[in-house]
């Protein structure tokens, strides 16, 4: 399977500032990554897909400009969380689609616990 | 609307046994069954995926999927130790890479040494 990195691990910010997560697919190129959230004992919510070279596609109910992703190039996606709050204090996990393009196949980084204070 | 039903545990059994976890869904559209292994401070690992109804069996997993009543399975046997973490179940519409991925809340697994 392919190998996913994020960073930050974690991160503790202040209300109001902004926070970049990167995502990286380090041993092949991918065209389509996805973001989930994972808030505590709750499912993995797909927030978006993220596709290189054009403009993610986000889920209903997901503020694009609050969470900003550029897939600027086939080995990285970055969210970043704008004007942070405490109720955005979650579990952010980034996937990659595999190289067959199947849904089933995508591989995921090990999340990034965010904490907003 | 899209939404999996997972029973999310802790289920505590002793070493050896035989475990059944299990997810229900309402949305019939889906095709695609995963069942996805994490654990503590990591990213889920694909274990199993089941295309429609049927089982499918990889040593001592079985998934189990059953589209007329919603309701898939995951069996483990001769569970270890190692076996301890959070198994969620996933489903998606269509083999398509666009198609994003529904969870369950994942069931909270604890194999007793």
């Known amino acids: 399977g392919a190998v996913v990195s994020q960073h930050p691990s974690r991160v503790i910010c202040k209300s109001g500032t902004s926070v970049k997560i990167e995502c990286r697919s380090l041993?092949?190129?991918?065209?389509?990554m996805f973001w989930y959230r994972q808030f505590p004992k709750q499912s993995l919510m797909l927030m978006a897909t993220?596709?290189?070279?054009?403009?993610?596609?986000?889920e209903q109910g997901v503020e694009k400009d609050k969470f900003l992703i550029n897939h600027a190039s086939l080995t990285l996606s970055t969210l970043t969380v704008t004007s942070a709050h405490p109720e955005d204090s979650s579990f952010y996990i980034c996937?990659?689609?595999?190289?067959?393009?199947?849904?089933?196949?995508?591989?995921f980084g090990p999340g990034t616990r965010l904490t907003v204070t | 609307q899209k939404e999996v039903e997972q029973d999310p545990g802790p289920l505590s059994v002793p070493e050896g046994a035989i475990v059944s976890l299990n997810c229900t869904y309402s949305?019939?559209?889906?095709?695609?069954f995963m069942w996805y292994r994490q654990y503590s401070r990591k990213g889920p690992e694909l274990l199993m995926y089941?295309?429609?109804?049927g089982n499918k069996e990889d040593g001592r997993f079985t998934a189990q999927v059953d589209k007329s009543s919603k309701y898939i399975s995951l069996f483990i046997r001769d569970s270890q130790p190692s076996d301890s973490a959070t198994y969620l179940c996933a489903m998606s519409e269509s083999g398509g890479g666009a198609d994003g991925l529904t969870f369950g809340k994942g069931t909270h697994l604890i194999i007793q040494p």
């Open positions: 996937s990659v689609l595999g190289p067959g393009g199947f849904s089933y196949e995508q591989y």
């Open positions: 041993d092949f190129q991918a065209t389509t």
């Open positions: 949305n019939s559209a889906f095709q695609y």
């Open positions: 993220s596709n290189e070279g054009s403009k993610a596609t986000y």
């Open positions: 089941t295309y429609s109804s």
